[in-house]
């Protein structure tokens, strides 16, 4: 391994290896520089102990008491190697010095020392070679996600520092041994496998073995009153932990749950051609996660909501918890046994998590269309941020990690996943592989940088990788295509496309995409462009019939805004292929957000006479996911009421004649979200009092309070119980029935207690449930409650910097996204642009965020009439 790791460091001179020396070499000669004292984890430091430190092992020891309220005391031991004890050693820790209780270095007591977020320790207390540092203190919470029965670590970019005292960089891997006291009753679950448990009393301890070598950021424990389930599929024996109480879900889930994992193992090994490289593989659901999932080695994480499905899933929900699953465990190989020297290069581990998923999910869910799925999946949200004035390129730098959160979003989860596919394709799926296989081999159980990888692959094609890189991967943006078709005589002479960048630049995206002829009888031909140069001509389409128009990027591979044809409306259902017609959808919205080609109201109405024209569910939940997009952002108040009417009543005829069940259900939740008039809230109402959903809907007790809470941000006038106290009664699962009781005072009828809930969150102990809030903030600025809420604008920019420093890594831009994304009015666009001006020094990552987030309503100032 250490062999394997100096090779990998190597190909980096920023993260140079020097394997240790003998205790008896003067360290004088060796010494690095002594990297100042400062806040969070500097690239200076993180470079400095890289080059000193080695060998690190953790043993923690933890007593969690019954009661949220009392502190978890720690004894921790920290051994590491030093090639230089010339200079104090930083461990991170960002909690109050009062935490820390007593300090032992190589067997001496020593002043504790911390400052700037360090626990310093003196230069005159370490040795050349072993050193041992005992440290005694109470936790810190930050990221220990504490609840009254259950507690949980997330720890990733740079929160391993916020527990305990740890060198916190994802290039000095360690061991783990852990020993976790909890409560009688309580389950536990760790990176390593459970050793010995022992019952003392009221308490029960869990000795954990040593873990693999990992990252500070994949060290995770949970523990609390969790169900166990173990099952072996595959000969892989797995343990899963959970606190689902609903009997449908559980009988529907539980076999798909471990289905899915042993498939996704089984391709991952089979692909990779390496073994599952861990101790364990055991996995844990929680309660309204942050995220959908967290690949910790040995212990993955969940968001219950997303493994938990029951007969009324979707196929998008289905898909999603099959790719959620596939991502998480292809981050074994991709991320945990080979992981990034720094974070700059967080965006790798996403990418080919995402890219597996997609794969393992085209043979793990049967009949599921694989490339309408990457389409759907990964192109509206890629495109949600390029197009802003904040995007951001795939790679960026990064010079503290306490700033690497802002790293995470959009374009590292789908942009980087098209650019992979490119990737494949220019360069062959087998030499990709291949390539792949190397690379893993190469780097095992230590780290590497994306120059690495992309040195790698460049051996083993033709194409310049370099220059293909430098566009792609190291700058944001997309292009815009046009193009020029030229006949005589019925025949078509020449044909050819032209792509420029959006941002007026001079960049080159080289790709290759498909387009499709299409002919009046309905014939199609489709042909495949190479974009290797800024005109493209396409010598294969002379002397092909002159076609009706042109449908571009038909396959769904190509990445830019292209050309949209005047005819398309009118023969949009006569595409046969699905990959088409949903690669029609994402080129109409996009252009209609530039203003081109069609006006929101009439491709609002034009979605409309889709509805029951479109059987493929999947393209279903995506039209209907923008046309309710465009019905409360792009139209006018006027135009909506104008609308509405036969907007619901459409939606309505096309639920009655779908045949399938789930089609029925993404027009159903298409209905609930535009509901404007009367008639059509009181159809809801009925609904959801008599629980009795529509002929051939499956609505489940989630979706009654998704409805119930639909109900209640229209003010609608219940004549008995209101609606959500009695919702909060039909509820059986403790945890939901929590979730519902936080939402209440958002979506209060009197201003005065949606003002107290806001004012709330000012403060950091009420954000802690980072999903609870985000959905809170929807309802709080929803459409219809924008008269009162956009006075809580200015508030909500000025909390975004504390939101960065003190929530996880999606927090910032879920605020802004769920803060500002109902909004339309010039009057909310001059609050964020009012904003900026007066912070001219702003965080450039969160005024990224920030541009990001506004960019629909900065649309909406154009297009709205």
Request: net charge neutral; aromatic share 10%.
């Amino acid at each position: 391994m250490l062999t394997l790791l100096a090779a990998a460091c190597q190909r980096q001179p920023l993260f140079q290896t020097i394997a240790p020396p003998a205790e008896s070499r003067v360290a004088a000669a060796t010494a690095v520089p002594d990297p100042p004292v400062t806040t969070g984890v500097s690239e200076t430091l993180a470079v400095a102990r890289k080059q000193n430190i080695s060998g690190v092992a953790y043993n923690l020891n933890l007593t969690i008491p019954a009661r949220k309220a009392e502190p978890i005391e720690v004894s921790e031991s920290v051994s590491f190697h030093l090639r230089d004890n010339q200079h104090p050693v930083q461990l991170d820790f960002k909690a109050p010095t009062a935490n820390l209780h007593s300090l032992i270095i190589n067997g001496q007591p020593v002043a504790i020392d911390h400052r700037n977020e360090h626990l310093v320790l003196p230069a005159a207390a370490l040795k050349l070679g072993h050193n041992v540092a005992e440290i005694s203190l109470t936790a810190g919470e930050q990221s220990l996600n504490r609840n009254e029965e259950y507690l949980y670590t997330l720890l990733v970019p740079d929160r391993a520092r916020t527990v305990v005292p740890v060198f916190d960089q994802p290039n000095l891997k360690a061991t783990f041994t852990l020993a976790l006291t909890v409560p009688l009753g309580w389950q536990a679950m760790a990176n390593a496998p459970v050793r010995d448990s022992a019952r003392d009393g009221a308490t029960k301890q869990y000795t954990f073995a040593t873990s693999d070598s990992i990252s500070t950021y994949l060290f995770s424990f949970a523990a609390g009153k969790f169900s166990r389930l173990n099952r072996v599929l595959n000969g892989r024996a797995m343990s899963f932990l959970h606190r689902e109480t609903d009997p449908a879900k559980l009988q529907s889930s539980l076999g798909p749950i471990f289905q899915l994992h042993a498939d996704a193992l089984s391709f991952m090994e089979q692909y990779t051609g390496l073994p599952y490289p861990f101790q364990k593989f055991d996995f844990v659901s929680i309660p309204d996660f942050q995220y959908g999932g967290m690949e910790h080695v040995g212990a993955i994480d969940y968001k219950a909501a997303t493994l938990f499905l029951d007969e009324g899933a979707t196929q998008d929900q289905v898909l999603a918890r099959s790719n959620l699953v596939s991502h998480e465990t292809a981050h074994m190989w991709f991320g945990d046994l080979v992981t990034m020297q720094w974070f700059n290069d967080v965006w790798m581990k996403e990418v080919f998590a995402n890219f597996m998923a997609d794969k393992i999910t085209q043979v793990a869910v049967k009949n599921s269309n694989y490339d309408l799925k990457f389409v759907i999946d990964h192109y509206p949200a890629a495109y949600g941020i390029d197009r802003t004035a904040g995007a951001n390129p795939i790679r960026q730098p990064l010079a503290n990690l306490q700033d690497a959160g802002s790293l995470y979003g959009n374009i590292i989860y789908h942009k980087a996943p098209v650019m992979m596919r490119q990737l494949e394709r220019l360069m062959g799926p087998e030499a990709f592989q291949q390539g792949l296989r190397e690379y893993l081999r190469k780097y095992a159980h230590g780290n590497a940088t994306w120059p690495d990888l992309i040195n790698l692959l460049d051996a083993r094609t033709p194409a310049d990788l370099q220059a293909w890189n430098q566009v792609w991967v190291n700058q944001p943006g997309r292009p815009v295509f046009s193009h020029e078709l030229k006949t005589r005589a019925g025949k078509i002479t020449s044909l050819s496309l032209t792509q420029r960048a959006e941002d007026g630049s001079d960049r080159l995206w080289p790709q290759l995409f498909e387009l499709l002829l299409v002919y009046p009888d309905g014939r199609t031909k489709e042909l495949t462009v190479n974009m290797t140069e800024r005109t493209a001509a396409l010598p294969q389409a002379v002397g092909e019939p002159a076609p009706s128009f042109i449908l571009f990027n038909s396959t769904g591979l190509g990445y830019g805004v292209f050309p949209v044809a005047p005819q398309l409306p009118a023969r949009l259902a006569a595409l046969k292929n699905p990959v088409a017609r949903a690669a029609a959808y994402v080129n109409l919205y996009e252009n209609m957000l530039n203003g081109e080609v069609i006006k929101p109201l009439a491709l609002l109405n034009l979605y409309r006479q889709a509805l029951t024209q479109e059987p493929e569910e999947l393209n279903l939940k995506l039209l209907t996911g923008q046309a309710s997009a465009i019905f409360w952002q792009f139209l006018s108040p006027a135009q909506r009421l104008a609308v509405g009417p036969a907007l619901e009543q459409d939606l309505w005829t096309a639920l009655q004649k779908n045949p399938s069940a789930n089609a029925k259900k993404l027009l159903f939740k298409t209905y609930q979200s535009v509901a404007l008039t009367k008639p059509a809230q009181v159809r809801l109402y009925q609904i959801w009092q008599a629980q009795k959903a529509p002929a051939g809907v499956k609505l489940t007790e989630d979706d009654y309070t998704a409805l119930a809470l639909a109900l209640a941000v229209r003010d609608y006038p219940a004549p008995a119980q209101p609606i959500l106290p009695e919702q909060l009664t039909r509820i059986k699962n403790a945890d939901r029935r929590l979730r519902l009781q936080f939402l209440m005072p958002a979506l209060a009828p009197d201003a005065a207690t949606r003002d107290a809930f806001f004012a709330s969150l000012k403060d950091e102990k009420n954000r802690e449930k980072e999903a609870w809030v985000t959905a809170a903030l929807g309802y709080l600025h929803h459409p219809l409650r924008q008269a009162t809420s956009s006075n809580y604008l200015p508030a909500s920019l000025d909390l975004l910097q504390e939101i960065q420093l003190t929530g996880d890594i999606f927090f910032p831009y879920s605020w802004l996204q769920a803060t500002l994304g109902a909004y339309q009015s010039p009057a909310a666009a001059a609050t964020v642009r009012t904003f900026l001006a007066a912070h001219p020094d702003y965080n450039p990552q969160l005024r990224a965020k920030l541009l990001q987030a506004a960019d629909d309503l900065f649309r909406a100032e154009k297009l709205v009439p």
